[in-house]
């Protein structure tokens, strides 16, 4: 319970105009914060030296299909220092959909961007290497979206040609 | 042969060849040489395509290329109820099928926020360290194969093939066991069940003295390994490394002991760390884990107290054939998680578990229906492949395979 308290209110320090909502659905705490501030809040989460969260585990995204603000991205950073994980959420509103990269702060988040970017087609500005991870180069939809069928698209992985 | 001596005898033949050609002795060893290795070869522990740019022998830089094991599993998740999608857990990492289906019933029981009854918790955690040791000898003989020593892999799987025969009489499949329920597991642990696992436990001491003596004694093993892929802690945490890797390199990180899931906080058992953080460090790490998991079963054994195997709560947790046949209320909510599946709260959950891989994660978003919004799958072998480039750069091309093999990826996983 101190540990909790203990982050929430290094945050609302430094952030509070830009926390949109604080969560701890079933003890996962997590912050919604604003667009802008991603950086900033990753190299404080990580510098800050009561905090530590110097492990970046997961990013991802979520599409929510018809909402406005369609896609939240989602990053999950631990610290060895408390023993604790806390769990950052972003909506994102520009189409199409752009965040900050945090590779810079968080080295490890490098291909989990790139998995992101595969899946939701969510461009990571100024991130080194963004490329496709598991689909081919050149496959033009984003499998993870809502608006993606489960049986995929006829015609969008063609077969190479057969030597005559 | 005429018209090749025809050639070389030509002046004006020969200049001309060497326009063509465009290239000398000079060249050749000057460049750099990109060469593919994978996705079909059988170092790379499934199908893991590497790109890899030499200078001679040396590595310059390695691309490791992901996807051809890709089968979507996080977008048929969506597509089904969090009972369905017990089976698919197992072809994530299918060397450890068990540990997979223990960590996502327990994200979904912490998403629901129901238990399961101690005997279940206990049987739960017997499988999955019997599936720890099982995924653990495979990397481990397959890692000594990798290298050289074959005689390995025959002995590791000899001891693989008894944890599999326990599966069998647990589970019904050796393989593909779907072992674990929402709320449960799907069959009691019987006495033969216990037998066999105790059996095989007493023998297993024996066997894993045998293949220490049949390794650490060849000297070609040790000095392939020793000082090669030398991976720092602060670089472990900072690329996202987990588990035995991460372990490896000096950090003292364990699911089981962070964040105790299961009964693990009532076993006693200790974290083997290595501080060299090289080849041979994580394949020690392997063999201490697996003697930390007997020292588990042996407690987990004796404590293992009788009662139910699956929680009595009709409404999220399917009953017993016999309840759904008398009684009326069990017999309309089986219909309804059957039909429209377990409706949990709204809400999104993070659950993790101690893979052999590493630290196996279910991020789950529920909107409240039968069908998970999302479910990321956070894979130990996604994260330490991501390291790869990094312990290759500057190795020997004979490396890359020792490399490869030590940070043991599983592609059903790391693809997902």
């Known amino acids: 319970m101190e540990i909790k308290e203990?982050?929430?209110?290094?945050?609302?320090?430094?952030?509070?105009?830009?926390?949109?909502?604080?969560?701890?659905?079933?003890?996962?705490?997590?912050?919604?914060?604003?667009?802008?501030?991603?950086?900033q809040l990753a190299k404080f989460l990580k510098e800050e030296p009561e905090l530590e969260f110097i492990a970046c585990k997961d990013v991802t995204a979520i599409d929510w299909g018809t909402r406005k603000k369609r896609f939240t991205v989602v990053y999950h950073v631990y610290s060895f220092k408390l023993n604790y994980q806390i769990r950052i959420k972003v909506n994102i509103d520009v189409e199409p959909p752009a965040i900050e990269t945090v590779t810079s702060i968080w080295?490890?988040?490098?291909?989990?961007?790139?998995?992101?970017?595969?899946?939701?087609?969510?461009?990571?500005?100024?991130?080194?290497?963004?490329?496709?991870?598991?689909?081919?180069?050149?496959?033009?939809?984003?499998?993870?979206?809502?608006?993606?069928?489960?049986?995929?698209?006829?015609?969008?992985?063609?077969?190479?040609?057969?030597?005559? | 042969m005429d018209r090749i001596s025809q050639i070389y005898n030509d002046e004006k033949l020969l200049k001309k060849l060497h326009e063509d050609v465009n290239l000398t002795i000079e060249d050749v060893l000057e460049h750099e040489m990109v060469i593919n290795m994978g996705p079909q070869h059988p170092a790379t522990h499934g199908v893991l395509r590497l790109v890899l740019r030499l200078d001679g022998e040396t590595v310059l830089g390695v691309v490791p290329e992901l996807g051809y094991l890709h089968r979507g599993y996080e977008k048929m998740a969506e597509n089904m109820s969090y009972i369905e999608y017990i089976p698919h857990t197992d072809r994530l990492d299918y060397t450890a099928t068990m540990c997979n289906n223990v960590g996502y019933v327990l994200a979904v029981e912490k998403l629901i926020g129901i238990e399961a009854p101690k005997r279940a918790q206990y049987i739960r955690m017997i499988v999955a360290e019997l599936s720890r040791i099982a995924a653990h000898l495979i990397a481990i003989g397959t890692f000594a194969m990798d290298v050289g020593a074959v005689t390995m892999v025959m002995w590791t799987f000899r001891e693989r093939e008894k944890i599999q025969n326990i599966f069998d009489r647990l589970a019904g499949a050796r393989f593909t066991t779907s072992y674990t329920r929402i709320g449960g597991v799907s069959e009691d642990m019987d006495d033969e069940a216990i037998v066999l696992t105790k059996k095989f436990l007493n023998e297993f001491d024996d066997a894993l003295m045998d293949m220490d003596k049949l390794m650490l004694s060849n000297r070609i093993f040790i000095d392939r390994l020793e000082g090669i892929g030398i991976l720092s802690k602060e670089d472990a945490i900072a690329l996202g490394v987990t588990g035995p890797n991460l372990r490896a390199s000096g950090v003292e990180y364990d699911v089981r002991r962070a964040a105790p899931y299961l009964f693990y906080n009532e076993i006693d058992f200790n974290i083997p760390t290595q501080t060299e953080g090289d080849c041979l460090a994580r394949y020690f790490l392997r063999g201490d884990e697996v003697r930390e998991s007997v020292k588990i079963l042996n407690q987990c054994l004796d404590k293992m107290p009788q009662g139910e195997i699956r929680a009595n709560d009709p409404k999220t947790v399917l009953s017993q054939k016999a309840e759904i046949y008398t009684k009326m209320e069990e017999l309309i909510h089986d219909f309804m998680i059957i039909n429209y599946g377990i409706n949990p709260p709204a809400g999104d959950?993070?659950?993790?578990?101690?893979?052999?891989?590493?630290?196996?994660?279910?991020?789950?978003?529920?909107?409240?229906?039968?069908?998970?919004?999302?479910?990321?799958?956070?894979?130990?072998?996604?994260?330490?492949?991501?390291?790869?480039?990094?312990?290759?750069?500057?190795?020997?091309i004979s490396d890359v395979v020792a490399i490869v093999g030590s940070l043991d990826p599983v592609m059903g996983e790391a693809d997902k």
């Open chain 2, 349 to 396: 959950i993070y659950f993790s578990v101690e893979n052999p891989k590493g630290e196996l994660g279910f991020y789950i978003v529920s909107n409240g229906t039968g069908q998970p919004w999302k479910l990321k799958i956070h894979s130990p072998s996604f994260c330490n492949l991501q390291v790869l480039s990094q312990l290759c750069k500057g190795a020997m």
């Open chain 1, 107 to 164: 080295a490890s988040a490098n291909w989990y961007e790139r998995e992101t970017y595969d899946m939701y087609g969510i461009k990571f500005i100024n991130h080194p290497d963004l490329r496709r991870m598991y689909m081919p180069e050149g496959f033009e939809y984003y499998p993870l979206r809502k608006d993606f069928p489960v049986l995929g698209i006829e015609g969008s992985l063609p077969l190479p040609n057969k030597a005559d």
């Open chain 1, 6 to 39: 203990l982050i929430t209110q290094k945050v609302k320090e430094k952030f509070n105009e830009a926390i949109e909502e604080i969560s701890d659905f079933r003890n996962d705490l997590s912050f919604t914060v604003k667009k802008d501030i991603i950086v």
